[in-house]
């Protein structure tokens, strides 16, 4: 899935791949799974989505144990609203952009799973922090071709999975 979304394959070095798991995990995975069910239930759909999260070297392990809790929003610098911005898991070249680079040259990217919902385009310099009606779950900044997601920071806790 990482090199799919590279443009340049070749000029990519995978150093390291982690999957921590812990008891704390299963339990927020559990509840991730029960919101994909509830929004499901209301929406029809929960728009399951795998995208990646610019991270840095630090912020690694503590989003991994805790979840984007502590992550704030718009790490990305991104002008599509307030919130956590992920990056459709086939445009790692977007999100490697947004993701810092540590002391050796490294670059961290979370794989995540991401409840959409019902997507509303959210424009350009937009200052919303929240879905504009009851009707819209999550933002994007194209409804056909998404290249950038927004969650909410309301939905943070709830509707990204670090993987």
Same mark, same amino acid.
């Given at each position: 899935?990482?090199?799919? &979304?590279?443009?340049?394959?070749?000029?990519?070095?995978?150093?390291?791949?982690?999957?921590?798991?812990?008891?704390?995990?299963?339990?927020?995975?559990?509840?991730?799974?029960?919101?994909?069910?509830?929004?499901?239930?209301?929406?029809?759909?929960?728009?399951?989505?795998?995208?990646?999260?610019?991270?840095?070297? !630090?912020?690694?392990?503590?989003?991994?144990?805790? !979840?984007?809790?502590?992550? !704030?929003?718009?790490?990305?610098?991104?002008?599509?609203?307030?919130?956590?911005?992920?990056?459709?898991?086939?445009?790692?070249?977007?999100?490697?952009?947004?993701? *810092?680079?540590? =002391?050796? &040259?490294?670059?961290?990217?979370?794989?995540?799973?991401?409840?959409?919902?019902?997507?509303?385009?959210?424009?350009?310099?937009?200052?919303?922090?929240?879905?504009?009606? =009851? *009707?819209? *779950?999550? &933002?994007?900044?194209?409804?056909?071709?998404?290249?950038?997601?927004?969650?909410?920071?309301?939905?943070?806790?709830?509707?990204?999975?670090? =993987?």
């Amino acid at each position: 899935m990482f090199l799919k &979304g590279i443009s340049s394959p070749a000029s990519a070095n995978i150093i390291e791949l982690q999957r921590i798991s812990s008891s704390f995990i299963e339990i927020r995975k559990e509840l991730f799974q029960k919101q994909m069910e509830i929004t499901r239930k209301h929406r029809g759909d929960a728009v399951l989505r795998y995208a990646w999260l610019p991270s840095s070297k !630090g912020m690694i392990t503590s989003i991994m144990k805790y !979840g984007l809790a502590n992550y !704030g929003s718009s790490k990305t610098n991104s002008s599509y609203g307030v919130g956590v911005h992920l990056f459709p898991a086939n445009c790692t070249d977007i999100s490697a952009k947004y993701s *810092d680079v540590d =002391e050796n &040259g490294v670059q961290y990217m979370i794989l995540c799973r991401v409840i959409m919902g019902n997507m509303e385009l959210v424009c350009p310099e937009s200052k919303q922090f929240h879905p504009s009606c =009851e *009707d819209f *779950d999550n &933002g994007v900044d194209s409804l056909e071709n998404p290249k950038c997601y927004v969650v909410w920071t309301m939905n943070t806790s709830t509707h990204v999975f670090p =993987e």
